[in-house]
């Protein structure tokens, strides 16, 4: 158990719908970043949050939208879903300069748009 | 801009042989890690191994090893003594310690062992 919590781990939707993605942080990390999985791809980096300020963007869509609460959780939006935004949506969290050097990954939530 | 590339879409191993996958990645930045993932079949991601770019040694981790040339900005994977259980998608990954802090994966290689 790595000590990141993301739920759902499955979620089917429509197209055109919004979802929320949810990520809770190992305890302490400051540092969560998300990242999209579609099917046999590599990992792509959306977005990254430290200590609730947005501090590094790749290539994201303007459709999804991310925030980090002051608790350190933080949510990804997705709207105007497309079947092309199915796939897994990794969360993961580390301490950042100093006290981790790897990022510990949630088990994902798998995201079906139909 | 940072980048992390992996030349071998797919590789395959006799069980208890050993093989090498590579990495090489670019950055203008001194200050960084590099790390190895794997994700079996469920796709959990784990982490297999990490190099502090500072550090010349290589990382050891059991059967895992690294070879990290910083000058050519390359860092492959050696495992040894493949078991049936290293079955998986490897993924590079490198972590920038800017102040933007990005952590950014190669394409992944897919390593099958084969009894």
């Known amino acids: 158990d790595s000590g990141v919590t993301q739920t759902p781990k499955h979620l089917i939707t429509a197209t055109g719908q919004r979802v929320t993605l949810r990520c809770s942080p190992r305890?302490?990390?400051?540092?969560v970043y998300w990242y999209q999985q579609s099917l046999d791809q590599g990992l792509q980096f959306l977005i990254q949050?430290?200590?609730?300020?947005?501090?590094a963007k790749g290539n994201i869509l303007e459709r999804f939208s991310a925030q980090q609460f002051p608790d350190l959780h933080s949510e990804l939006n997705l709207s105007s879903l497309e079947l092309g935004d199915s796939a897994l949506y990794f969360c993961?969290?580390?301490?950042?300069?100093?006290?981790?050097?790897?990022?510990?990954f949630g088990q994902g939530t798998r995201l079906t748009v139909v | 801009a940072q980048t992390v590339t992996q030349s071998q879409p797919e590789m395959s191993v006799q069980e208890a042989e050993t093989v090498t996958l590579s990495c090489t990645y670019d950055?203008?930045?001194?200050?960084?890690?590099l790390f190895w993932y794997k994700q079996p079949p469920s796709r959990q991601m784990i982490l297999v191994i990490r190099?502090?770019?500072?550090?010349?040694q290589n990382a050891t981790e059991n059967r895992f090893s690294v070879n990290f040339q910083k000058a050519a900005k390359s860092f492959s994977l050696k495992i040894s003594d493949s078991q049936l259980g290293d079955t998986a998608m490897y993924f590079c990954?490198?972590?920038?310690?800017?102040?933007?802090?990005?952590?950014?994966f190669g394409p992944g290689t897919s390593l099958s062992v084969i009894p």
């Open positions: 305890s302490g990390d400051l540092s």
């Open positions: 949050y430290y200590n609730g300020e947005e501090r």
């Open positions: 993961a969290s580390s301490g950042g300069r100093g006290r981790d050097t790897e990022a510990f």
């Open positions: 950055t203008s930045e001194s200050n960084y890690y």
């Open positions: 190099q502090e770019a500072y550090k010349q």
């Open positions: 990954a490198l972590r920038m310690l800017s102040s933007y802090d990005k952590v950014i």
